[in-house]
């Protein structure tokens, strides 16, 4: 061995030492390379190679510490045979697991390389753990020694790095990132309808985003009109110099105005390109051909204060926006109760005739009746697109609008002919185009739509559309569930009776059985008595329903029957005497008997209270001339005790038969599943009376809405068009065609509130 390998040995034997505590081992003795390297013996002590290197790792022979090793101090653990065990150390309360290492033999080469000289060795190639190693599999050769000042200087910086980085986040502050750390920005997908409970945070911030920009749009179109109608008194009475002053500033208030209310226009022409044109349309009209009439107004500058036609333009684009701004009002007040994951049913019509007679025939006394019901919705689908419909007839307005555009194109070429003057004939083409448009029926069918639809909201009621009204507005009946008169808060229990020895706990429980089981207001009462734990019923088998008596089923193979006392005496189960009832039957109190096994079980005693909302409800349908169709399990609920206790009309109160009521059991089904938005409610008869009596109220307000708009419109073209032709040379100033359109919009907008609508 070389001097340099024996100093390297004695080094690392040093550092061990001191480690562990040991005596300090010898220096070498200066010994001829080559003859050192032949007559060391081979069972010579192993030196002790770095643990980087490879091969079995050595330690001199192991002796008791006098201290324990510090921290991060790497140790040397001493070799052990096969079998044996360390030495125990002196602290006892530090354990280690006896430690074997088994070493593998030394090959033919590892002895072959042991006694030769070392200049032979380091020619031979290097061997690792007797592995073949391929070419290009060459494990990674060690980093070089790097120097310590440059990792400290590495580290220091690196420290100093995350400081100036290092930001605390107080309170409402937020947190600073570097521009590396900052989160991926992904783009939400575009949600075309509401289809999920997850969504609706979603759709609601987008509605409320849109509700109050579409509001900004119209206080800015209200001031823009209102500086447009200043201008134009201002230029009347020459307080702005010279007209082209007056024509500028109209022009740049317009172009304003325009761009502000630019939904006017693509809204009129899309509805234009589907063939369908509306009030939209109209303004867009309207506002365009204004535009152009004012642009002429530059070559006579003189006349444009007494011809403009710039505030004619920006009424009809601020009622457009106005329009806007009531339909999405009434979109995002909707969502409120379509957003909510609460209970909801949506209403239906019977289609089938048959069993709209079957089921309905005592509404109406001919005819098929038309009759509605309820069914529970587990949620409610195309609600935007259901929403965003117009609420005005579009197929009256499809006629209208091109016939009143036509002849108002007519009267404006035959006034040019006639008078020479192409320019009036203009401005009388614009003028009569507003005023015989009806610019007001989007904002007035749309205000309708919001008002009645926010009282159904109040009622616990959904209304979608003006699509939705028609179809429900001639509804003749409403099939209910007596729970619906008559909810559990509605119904009390004063007391139980029993007989024959029966345990009050199992009365109850045969008769919660049966109750709850068939549905109605006894199962509520029965549902407070076992505080909602029905797993404590039994299960019910073939239950039946006898008209006006009572339920009759089998549990635990015995017969049980709920229901009033003619029940009982129908199964041939003796009940107490007249006198005896009339103990406990007083006021309006009822009594409910169980029986069981074919004996009188017990009595409970029943309290049907009134409910103000309810009877008010109940009230409206009546006012509407919609019969109210009660299917019930309970013999106690009659049409004589609705009347009495709701104060009803009983013209409008029927109990469905034994045929209607199972019919009727069919279309409501158990499970709730997904329903169209369109009429709704929360489960209550409250809402669901609302919401049919409303769209009653609204049909009909809608109709009066688009013949006053058509009538108004026609009665303004006819006195304009008359004065034009009669009078040329006085034509109508710009300030009283818009005193004209918006009399016509304070009327389209009072009458429907008339009605009640």
Excluded at 437 to 456: C, D, F, N
Excluded at 472 to 477: E, G, L
Excluded at 500 to 510: F, N, P, Y
Excluded at 560 to 584: A, K
Aim: charged share 25%; net charge negative.
């Amino acid at each position: 061995m070389d001097k340099n390998r024996r100093d390297e040995e004695y080094e690392l034997n040093l550092i061990v030492a001191e480690v562990l505590g040991t005596p300090p081992p010898a220096p070498p003795e200066p010994e001829p390379e080559a003859v050192a390297a032949v007559a060391a013996p081979v069972t010579e002590a192993p030196e002790i190679r770095p643990v980087s290197e490879p091969g079995v790792v050595h330690s001199p022979a192991p002796t008791k510490p006098e201290s324990e090793p510090e921290e991060d101090v790497l140790v040397y653990l001493p070799k052990t045979s096969v079998g044996s065990e360390p030495e125990p150390t002196e602290d006892e309360d530090i354990k280690i697991a006896p430690v074997r290492i088994v070493e593998p033999e030394p090959s033919t080469a590892d002895a072959r390389t042991q006694v030769m000289p070392a200049e032979i060795v380091e020619d031979l190639p290097e061997e690792d753990d007797n592995q073949l190693r391929l070419e290009g599999f060459d494990p990674p050769k060690p980093e070089p020694p790097r120097d310590d000042r440059v990792l400290e200087e590495q580290l220091r910086q690196n420290r100093e790095q995350k400081v100036s980085s290092f930001r605390m986040r107080l309170s409402g502050e937020e947190e600073f990132n570097e521009p590396d750390e900052e989160p991926d920005v992904y783009e939400t997908d575009y949600i075309e309808d509401f289809a999920d409970y997850e969504d609706a945070d979603v759709i609601r911030n987008e509605l409320e985003f849109r509700l109050g920009k579409s509001r900004l749009t119209l206080v800015a179109a209200i001031v823009l009109e209102l500086g447009l109608l200043l201008v134009n008194v201002l230029g009347r009475f020459g307080l702005l110099g010279a007209g082209l002053v007056y024509t500028v500033v109209s022009i740049l208030l317009y172009a304003v105005m325009v761009v502000v209310c630019n939904r006017t226009f693509k809204s009129g022409l899309a509805d234009l390109r589907d063939g369908d044109p509306s009030s939209d349309t109209a303004a867009a009209a309207v506002a365009m051909l204004a535009a152009v009439q004012i642009v002429t107004t530059v070559f006579d500058p003189t006349t444009a204060p007494t011809v403009s036609l710039a505030v004619v333009g920006g009424v009809a684009m601020f009622i457009s926006a106005w329009a806007h701004e009531r339909q999405l009002r009434q979109v995002a007040q909707n969502f409120r109760f379509v957003g909510h994951t609460g209970t909801k049913t949506a209403c239906h019509r019977i289609d089938d005739e048959k069993l709209a007679l079957e089921i309905g025939h005592d509404a109406v006394a001919s005819g098929v009746p038309d009759v509605a019901y309820y069914r529970p919705a587990s949620f409610l689908t195309h609600y935007l697109s259901r929403s965003y419909e117009r609420a005005d007839n579009r197929q009256v307005s499809r006629i209208f609008i091109p016939i009143m555009a036509g002849a108002a194109l007519v009267a404006a070429v035959v006034f040019g002919v006639l008078n020479k003057d192409w320019m009036g004939a203009l401005r009388l083409f614009v003028v009569l185009l507003a005023l015989g448009q009806p610019l007001s029926l989007g904002v007035g069918a749309a205000s309708a739509l919001t008002r009645v639809s926010a009282r159904i909201l109040r009622a616990g009621g959904l209304l979608v559309g003006r699509a939705d009204a028609a179809d429900f507005a001639r509804v003749h009946a409403l099939a209910v569930d007596a729970i619906e008169l008559f909810p559990g808060e509605c119904v009390l229990l004063n007391g139980i009776k029993t007989f024959s020895g029966t345990r009050i706990d199992d009365a109850i429980v045969d008769a919660a059985s049966v109750s709850i089981a068939a549905g109605g207001p006894l199962s509520e009462v029965f549902r407070r008595i076992i505080e909602n734990k029905t797993e404590l019923l039994h299960e019910v088998e073939t239950l039946t329903y006898e008209q006006e008596m009572g339920l009759s089923g089998w549990v635990n193979g015995r017969r049980v029957l709920v229901g009033n006392r003619r029940l009982l005496e129908n199964h041939g189960v003796d009940v107490p005497s007249r006198d005896y009832e009339m103990r406990y039957s007083k006021g309006d109190r009822q009594l409910v008997y169980l029986s069981t096994a074919g004996e009188l079980s017990a009595m409970f005693v029943i309290t049907y209270t009134r409910s103000e909302e309810i009877a008010k409800a109940v009230k409206q349908l009546a006012a509407a001339h919609i019969t109210l169709l009660v299917r019930t399990c309970d013999p106690n609920i009659t049409a004589e005790l609705i009347c009495r206790t709701l104060d009803a009309d009983d013209y409008y109160i029927e109990i469905l038969g034994s045929t209607a009521r199972r019919r009727y059991e069919q279309l409501v089904g158990n499970e709730p599943i997904e329903e169209p938005a369109g009429i709704a409610s929360n489960g209550r008869i409250e809402g669901q009376a609302a919401a049919l009596t409303g769209c009653r109220r609204l049909h009909a307000g809608l109709a009066v809405v688009q013949i006053s708009a058509m009538v108004i419109a026609a009665c303004l073209f006819a006195l304009i068009a008359l004065s034009a032709f009669l009078q040329p040379a006085l034509p109508l100033s710009s300030l009283s065609a818009v005193l004209y359109i918006l009399s016509g919009l304070v009327a389209i907008l009072i009458l429907p509130m008339l009605l009640g609508s």
